[in-house]
């Protein structure tokens, strides 16, 4: 059974940074493409960035929202995904998940809650 | 606001039918870019229910349906039952934007 746990949410000051992780399992992560989708406070989907297997050269692409301040990684020997934010603002509040795409349609974590707050 | 456009809400009473549009533009359904559907209940992650356009997984009721035409995509649920309640979005890819986009949500509410 395909499981993906996401860690690592909290309070946060404006400015600051977070990372949080996604542990893998009942799967082959190492060929798996995944994902980060955030929801913000009663508010839709919103795709922040996608990496690739690391036989594909593990490249990243990012939304407009979040280029430059973010960083997807990940560690097969740990089937895990990372998500690396900094210079976080208020905005970013919200529930953070980690997607696995199945190719038929995604498949998604419990997620973890972020909130950028003074 | 969401690249792909979705009604905010629908409502239906029990067993009647409710259809989901889900709007884009040449640059993603239009350009050819599967539909996917995901369910989301109150305090739950997301979970998918159509994907590739029109396709059930395993598990899914045969109540939901999913079609593709155009630029547009539709979710139709027959048969609404209590357990429906919940908020659903559309996803594709844009070529525009080099990413998935989503639709707003629907919040559907059984009468």
């Known amino acids: 059974e395909v499981q993906l746990v996401e860690s690592g949410g909290g309070l946060v000051k404006p400015g600051g940074s977070l990372r949080l992780s996604c542990a893998a399992s009942g799967f082959s992560f190492s060929n798996a493409w995944m994902n980060w989708v955030r929801q913000g406070p009663g508010t839709g989907l919103e795709w922040l960035g996608r990496i690739k297997t690391n036989l594909e050269g593990g490249t990243t692409d990012y939304a407009a929202p979040v280029k430059g301040r973010f960083t997807i990684s990940r560690d097969d020997s740990r089937d895990t995904l990372y998500l690396e934010m900094n210079s976080l603002r208020t905005e970013d509040t919200g529930v953070y998940y980690c997607?696995?795409?199945w190719g038929s349609g995604w498949l998604w974590g419990q997620g973890t809650l972020v909130t950028v707050s003074s | 606001q969401s690249v792909l456009t979705q009604p905010p809400s629908v409502s239906g009473a029990p067993g009647q039918r409710v259809t989901i549009s889900c709007t884009g533009s040449?640059?993603?359904?239009?350009?050819?870019?599967?539909v996917h559907w995901y369910q989301q209940l109150p305090g739950a992650a997301p979970k998918r229910l159509i994907f590739r356009n029109t396709n059930r997984p395993s598990g899914v009721p045969d109540r939901f349906s999913g079609s593709k035409s155009g630029t547009s995509a539709s979710l139709t649920i027959t048969g609404l039952q209590a357990e429906d309640e919940a908020d659903y979005y559309c996803?594709?890819?844009?070529?525009?934007?080099?990413?998935?986009?989503f639709g707003g949500g629907t919040k559907v509410t059984v009468l």
């Open positions: 997607s696995l795409d």
């Open positions: 996803q594709s890819y844009d070529s525009s934007l080099s990413g998935w986009v």
């Open positions: 040449s640059s993603n359904i239009g350009a050819d870019y599967d």
